[in-house]
């Protein structure tokens, strides 16, 4: 989506109108990953239930759902935008979407991401990848904040931080598709 963390909705649909094609492929892009999550979610059961780490793969299934959501409110936004339609009368929509049922949607981004990091815990625990692996999280507040005294754009820290989530989750994936590296 352009314009990571702007909530003004009359910017939205300003940045959207100027992007339409690239939020609509995002989104499928958005949703596709969210399908290839989920098909993981059971071989993540199987390997993580003995050791008790079923926390991790829960909390990863309701961060799929909320990937999958919020997918669904950026085609929404490309649909506001097409051509005919009265972006005026879209306003109080996408202003109440992104305010009060934007709070839907909070609790199942908050579970992917302790997700994340509770798997990246996990793994680093059954050996499966070494301690660097959660270290990526920590950076993730670091690289706000100095991004933000640095006078970096909030779009370039969200994608910074988005890569770094990403890195870790490929890291585990590709430990765990190497039979020889899991214990």
């Not at 879209?90 to 909070?106: A, E, G, K, N």
């Not at 579970?111 to 920590?138: D, E, H, Q």
């Not at 670091?142 to 370039?156: D, H, N, Q, Y």
Request: hydrophobic share 55%; charged share 10%; aromatic share 6%.
């Amino acid at each position: 989506m352009p314009g990571v963390g702007v909530t003004d909705a009359a910017e939205i649909l300003r940045l959207v109108s100027a992007q339409r094609e690239q939020v609509l492929a995002s989104s499928i892009l958005q949703l596709a990953s969210a399908a290839l999550f989920a098909l993981t979610i059971p071989g993540l059961v199987v390997r993580l239930h003995a050791f008790k780490e079923r926390w991790a793969v829960a909390l990863l299934a309701m961060g799929a759902c909320g990937d999958a959501a919020d997918a669904i409110y950026h085609q929404l936004a490309y649909e506001m935008t097409r051509p005919g339609v009265d972006q005026a009368a879209m306003l109080p929509v996408m202003q109440r979407m992104q305010s009060v049922d934007l709070l839907y949607l909070l609790p199942l981004i908050l579970a992917f991401l302790l997700g994340c990091v509770s798997l990246a815990l996990a793994s680093m625990r059954l050996g499966i990848v070494t301690k660097w692996n959660p270290l990526l999280y920590l950076m993730i507040p670091l690289i706000g904040l100095a991004g933000r005294f640095s006078g970096v754009t909030s779009r370039v820290i969200g994608l910074t931080c988005l890569g770094l989530l990403g890195l870790s989750l490929a890291w585990i994936g590709a430990a765990l598709s190497n039979p020889r590296e899991v214990p």
